[in-house]
């Protein structure tokens, strides 16, 4: 047993509370998931030697309403972790307390540790401004500014300072968007507004201008969900490439993507973290029941 395989042990030892759920002959495949996800501890391997992130303990309300419950989880150095589950178990809402986007919704309130680095990312005299360099983050919707395409990829460089002059600029800007894979689409419009790109390279453009401030983590919430196939490969692919020199958390809905993109796997339903495994662990032999029913389709 390696040291972070010893940690999960004990710290699933240390939660393992496990209450046997109440049904009744009528509940469905879902409710029988939910009251069993209600009363379980993470499994497998959550925890990671190389920790570039940890969470520990991690509580999200919205006003009254708890929506992530105790979570702990390493996100490895070089990682990419995907985050998956039915709808509404809490993994954008988890996401976003990785840069303190929750920050932004005045009733949302986040309890325990997050730390980046050994930097606890909650401390009330952080600036949240240099956090979400570190730790930027893609959405769901592509939403670049409505500025030129090389606007949107300077627009982080200029406001933290990366570059002192044009030239400087005009290399982030440059290498930037080659590296999202978008340059040769763009190279000879660089003045247009980025709003008039396609979907696909409106994602890449945002993705571009995400690395531009050479962030360490980027966290993707549903990346290529309103993209169709080529434009998710491209993204696809991307990620593989980003990964070599980035940390990635991404969510999605697409367990084919998960599969495909992804080292690791985190299952969560009703904002608990059910099983964290190798991903190919996950798809093939997962250790939790919740989590092999979620991937064969018993319930979505
Ligand atoms: N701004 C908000 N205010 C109040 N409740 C919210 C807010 N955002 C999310 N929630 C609630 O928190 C829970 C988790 O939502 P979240 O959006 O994190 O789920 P999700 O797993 O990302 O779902 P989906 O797959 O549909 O995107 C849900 O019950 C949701 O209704
Ligand atoms: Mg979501």
Known sequence: MDISEEKSATLIAEHDRTEAPKMTENTTAKQVADMK??????????LVDNAKMSMR???????????????????????????????????????????RMNDTIEICQVKGEISLDGLNVYDPKLDVVPLRARVGMVFQKPNPFPKSIYENVAYGPKIHGLARRRSEMDEIVETSLQRAGLWEEVKDRLHQPGTGLSGGQQQRLCIARTIAVSPEVILMDEPCSALDPIATAKIEELIAELSQNFTIAIVTHSMQQAARVSHRTAYFHLGRLIEVNNTKKVFTTPDHELTEAYITGRFG
Do not use: W
């Open 37 to 46: 996800a209600e009363h379980a501890t993470t499994v497998g391997k959550p």
């Open 57 to 99: 303990g991690v509580d999200v309300f919205y006003g009254d309403k708890q929506a992530v419950f105790g979570v702990d989880l390493d996100i490895g150095e070089n990682e990419v972790i995907a985050m998956i589950g039915p709808s509404g178990c809490g993994k954008s809402t988890f996401l976003r307390c990785l840069n």
